[in-house]
């Protein structure tokens, strides 16, 4: 796979829509072919191919989990069980899946940390069944440490004790008996006025009064399901299966028929990216089955839970059945998303009334420590004149049914319980039956949480024209999402949520827009009394559970003539999914469809929205002011300009950043768009996404924000990639401004001063530049000739305040194309003496054999000026001459492809925190800096050090001129353009390190 080396986003740089799905499908069959080829070496026996390619596949893929579970079992099989625990502690506390945390207490007890392993083994089987071959590590993690026993409990009710005497059960309080080690059917054991087994929350064991490992069991842990049906065109499709125990074969009951169905194959078109998810499915034809074509159908496990998407209506039927509707996918939308008005009844009198009271409607099912919080913040903030119906679905958690009641009794809330779980649909509509007549509704989920007067605020936006749903603006909103509208933001603390909720509403106090959604979100959701007395209740019959039902009631107000409202002065937390936890996304997937069936186009609606944007302005507005109100620590600020192209100058920016920051000066990193720039917040915690400025047209808008922030220096680090117009900004701004050198784009809009053959041109005369320039592919080209170029860049640099240069070498060779500029600071990017200060090298006086190869390492993204051509020639050397080198890039390459079949090892690529680890995973022996044009710093090079490796380089760039300096015991510098084979002499001269 090739890497995109020459392409850096910018100002007028747009990458193609066929480019981009290009890359993508390389680069997803990279990382597939990856974890075959691991999968296979391992099978083979070769373990050190295997690891290498599976780490290799976990890093293209951005740590997938279900490669680095593969991952993580294989390096435990290897013995590198250190590597194994991180990966493997992030996949437990994600999922709680068995194997997982059997493997992690398996790890923890080989190193010998028992009090970890023993941790982890009773939440295993607190949570989960477990099969026979794994009875041993129970055993050795609870009698050896002194604990009486274990216990598990499984789907089938199968209770299986392990104990040093008789052991006493308590269910829920209730004390059970006492029995003896063995198997026991909890179902006998419990008594029959206490209902059955699985409507249980906690088992208690107790063995000589001491709890077991294991104990308490969480009932409802072993026994959650995930599960979906779905309607088809020819028969109904679903699947499920329960987590705590994947491989129990489950029972399925569907309405109207007498027998249970086993459901006992893998489920058929499942595709999911969860771990390890191993859903059994089952396929019922409506030609067998007729009875869901005409009634309403429920589809139940064996603790009698409908299935997510249950029960199905033949209205759903019908709708999937029919063919899709083809044509104008634009019809009946306008041009910004929104639905347009099919109907105008004679109601229209109603839509302007004001409620004459407001209810707030909470369904309740899961997460006790969530919905305490939630109803507490509503309780504290609502006024007197609104009531609050809770509607308890059925929760299986004996601490909210308390909490509800105690709260019921007191009178501080309304609670309608219902007798099976149904979902949020069923629950919103059995708490509007609860609503009087004429009353405006608030549906609020039950985790989220609200601050000062938010239900007024609220219902002042259900008071203007035609409004009929209003939306908060949330961390998790949807399309109300602050900072960042493109995903869910991190939910915020109490007293953040506090500050958020105050800035929108000091915002609106200026400038308060009525912006229109093409649909509310229902997290949180006003509905205006006349909407909901027009449109009616949700629809369950569509949408089951939930997800999309607020959609199809918007989208039905819309049609009636309502509007859709941000409420702009409102902030309500919101955690998300908490109802449906890992099941969000299959089901949410079935009901977008639906709903796309619904209202063809929807999709495409929601896009047209997003891409015009309506509240750009205003997210922009709340970041600037989030940003001035964090400038008040200061005393200026100052802005520095970067490219987009990452690497060492985005590196250098946030050094730098970080010491203006000591230094009390607010960093504004400017970097460039497609269509301008953005401001990049330096600030941990203060995400301002949304300061994005169209150049421009935009730039006194740009101007006017700068200036409120006090921005007394701009620094250019790198203008590549940025407006033309923005280059004037520190003149216009009345500031001075400092350069500093990163590479050489001062005087080479090629950048890496290479010729057509990928080597260093040797900076020719401007003839030469010209001939070279003529050919095309030049980075940063801006239209200029290059006469024209070089003037500009020298008028430039005398302007500037300072000019900062990194190293001699890059000082000297931009004197030589800039002659007559003042003083270059030298100002080196890192301390190479206090690295190597700070520990011997790893040698040792042996030299590389077959048995024990001299490991090269590569550090870095290895473009062709990095020196690919070199690298590569050099593998294939190797290679084909059987030499003990082995190359190994840490990092990736300008072709993956061919450095692979070459030999050499390409492991993906990293974050600079992982650096270290990688280099000392790799056990690597000497360094090697490929770099065959010259470099104004190369960071790979301190990284080596760091690493305790000796370097060779070739004699070009600042990396010659730091190796000098370190001396020969450091590393050596070679000529440029060695040929291949005494390049590798050079190597098998090379001592390996100390093991």
């Known amino acids: 796979m090739k890497m995109q080396a020459s392409f850096i986003p910018g100002y007028g740089r747009l990458l193609r829509v066929q480019d981009e799905a290009r890359w993508t499908a390389r680069h997803m069959q990279a990382i597939q072919t990856a974890f075959d080829e691991g999968r296979a070496c391992l099978t083979q026996g070769r373990r050190e191919d295997g690891l290498f390619w599976l780490k290799r596949a976990e890093a293209l893929s951005g740590r997938d989990d279900n490669i680095s579970f593969t991952c993580a079992m294989a390096l435990l099989e290897s013995g ?17 899946l068995r194997e997982a945390g059997l493997a992690l207490a398996g790890g923890y007890l080989r190193c010998g940390a028992t009090g970890p392993a023993a941790r982890i083994m009773g939440q295993v089987l607190s949570r989960n069944s477990l099969t026979v071959e794994h009875h041993a590590l129970a055993d050795s993690l609870s009698f050896p440490l002194g604990v009486p026993g274990w216990a598990v409990l499984s789907n089938a009710g199968a209770l299986r004790l ?25 179902a006998r054991l419990v008594p029959e006025e206490a209902g059955p087994w699985w409507r249980g929350q906690q088992l208690v064991v107790l063995c000589h009064d001491r709890p077991v490992l294991g104990s308490p069991i969480d009932i409802q ?60 499915g089952f396929y019922l034809p409506y030609a067998d089955w007729p009875r869901l074509l ?28 029919t063919p899709e509707e083809g044509g104008n996918r634009r ?14 009844s004679g109601a229209d009198r109603r839509k302007d009334a004001v409620g004459t009271g407001c209810a707030i409607i909470v369904p309740v099912y899961r997460g006790e420590a969530e919905v305490r919080a939630c109803l507490a913040s509503v309780l504290a903030t609502m006024p007197d004149s609104c009531r609050l119906i809770i509607v308890d679905d059925a929760s299986p958690d004996a601490g909210i049914r308390d909490h509800l009641d105690r709260l019921a009794a007191a009178g501080r809330i309304i609670l309608h319980r219902q007798m099976t779980n149904q979902g949020f649909v069923s629950s919103i509509n059995a708490g509007m039956a609860l609503v009087p007549a004429g009353w405006d509704v608030i549906l609020l989920n039950s985790d989220t949480l609200v601050s000062g007067n938010w239900v007024e605020r609220l219902c002042h936006w259900l008071r203007l024209e035609r409004a009929g749903t209003v939306t908060p603006f949330s961390n998790a909103g949807g399309l109300t999402s602050y900072p960042s509208h493109e995903r869910d933001n991190p939910a915020p603390d109490p007293a953040a949520l506090a500050a958020m909720d105050r800035l929108l509403q000091e915002q609106a106090e200026s400038v308060r827009p009525v912006v229109e959604l093409p649909t509310a979100n229902g997290f949180c959701m006003g509905i205006a009394a006349a909407c909901l007395a027009e449109v009616g209740q949700l629809r369950g019959a569509y949408f089951a559970q939930g997800y999309a039902e607020e959609n199809d009631f918007c989208l039905r107000a819309s049609e009636a003539g309502f509007r859709h409202l941000a409420a702009v002065d409102v902030y309500v937390l919101h955690h998300g999914h908490g109802s449906f936890g890992q099941e969000a996304v299959p089901l949410l997937r079935r009901n977008l469809d639906i709903l796309n069936r619904l209202y063809p186009g929807y999709d495409a609606a929601i896009q047209r929205w997003k891409k015009v944007n309506p509240l750009r302005d205003y997210r922009r507005l709340l970041d600037g002011r989030r940003l001035r109100q964090h400038r008040e620590r200061f005393v200026g600020a100052v802005a520095l300009f970067q490219h987009r192209g990452g690497g060492g100058v985005a590196r250098a920016v946030r050094e730098q950043a970080a010491l203006l920051g000591q230094a009390g000066l607010l960093p504004i990193i400017l970097e460039p768009t497609e269509t301008g720039c953005r401001v990049v917040s330096p600030v941990e915690g203060l995400e301002a996404p949304n300061l994005v400025f169209t150049l421009p047209a935009e730039q006194p808008v740009l101007l006017v924000f700068l200036r409120q922030l006090g921005v007394r220096l701009v620094v250019w680090h790198h203008m590549l990639g940025h407006e033309p117009g923005l280059r004037d900004l520190p003149q216009q701004l009345g500031v001075p401004y400092d350069v500093h050198v990163h590479d050489h784009v001062w005087f080479c809009p090629r950048i890496a001063l290479l010729d057509r053959h990928g080597r260093y041109c ?4 401007m003839a030469g530049c010209m001939e070279c320039l003529g050919r095309g592919s030049v980075l940063a080209d801006d239209g200029l000739t290059l006469p024209a170029f070089l003037v500009r860049s020298d008028r430039e640099l005398r302007q500037a305040r300072r000019i900062v240069a990194p190293s001699m070498d890059a000082a000297s060779r931009l004197r030589r194309h800039m002659p007559g500029l003042g003083d270059i600071s030298i100002e080196p990017l890192e301390d190479d003496w206090q690295i190597r200060a700070s520990g011997p090298l790893l040698r040792s006086e042996r030299l590389p054999t077959p048995e024990r190869p001299l490991k090269i390492l590569v550090l870095g993204g290895i473009s062709r000026w990095k020196g690919h051509d070199v690298l590569l020639a050099l593998g294939q050397h190797i290679q084909r001459e059987g030499l003990p080198l082995q190359l190994i890039v840490v990092g990736s390459t300008h072709d993956d492809t061919a450095s692979l079949a070459a030999g050499i090892r390409v492991t993906g690529s990293y974050e600079d925190r992982d650096v270290l680890p990688l280099i000392e995973d790799v056990k690597a022996d ?18 080596l050090w760091k690493a305790r490796l000796p370097v060779v380089g070739f004699d070009i760039g600042a990396s010659a001129e730091r190796l000098r300096q370190a001396g020969p015991a450091w590393g050596q510098v070679l000529p440029l353009g060695l040929p291949v084979e005494r390049l590798a002499g050079v190597f098998l001269r090379e001592k390996c390190r100390q093991e």
């Open 762 to 765: 040797g900076e020719p005369s």
């Open 926 to 943: 000497v360094g090697f800096v490929t770099s065959i044009a010259p470099e104004t710093w190369c960071y790979a090079l301190g990284w």
């Open 331 to 344: 019809k009946g939308w306008t041009k910004s998303g929104c639905r347009m008005v099919r109907k105008r």
């Open 221 to 280: 842990a072993l026994i959650r399901c995930q599960s979906l049906v779905m309607a088809e065109a020819e028969g109904v499709r679903g699947w499920l299966w329960y987590p705590g125990e994947p491989d129990f074969l489950p029972w399925l009951w569907v309405e109207g028929h007498e027998d249970p169905l086993r459901v006992d194959r893998p489920a058929e078109a499942f595709s999911s990216t969860a771990l390890l998810q191993r859903p059994r």
């Open 162 to 186: 392990r104990a040093v005497g008789p052991v006493d059960l308590v269910l829920d309080g209730r004390r059970l008996g006492t029995v003896t080690a063995g198997v026991h059917d909890l």
């Open 294 to 321: 005409h009634r309403p159908t429920g589809f139940q496990d064996q603790y009698d839970r409908l299935l997510k998407g249950a029960p199905l209506d033949p209205a759903l039927v019908q709708l999937m059945r």
């Open 80 to 96: 590198a069980i250190p590597q194994a625990l991180p990966r493997l502690e992030r996949l437990w506390a994600r999922y709680g």
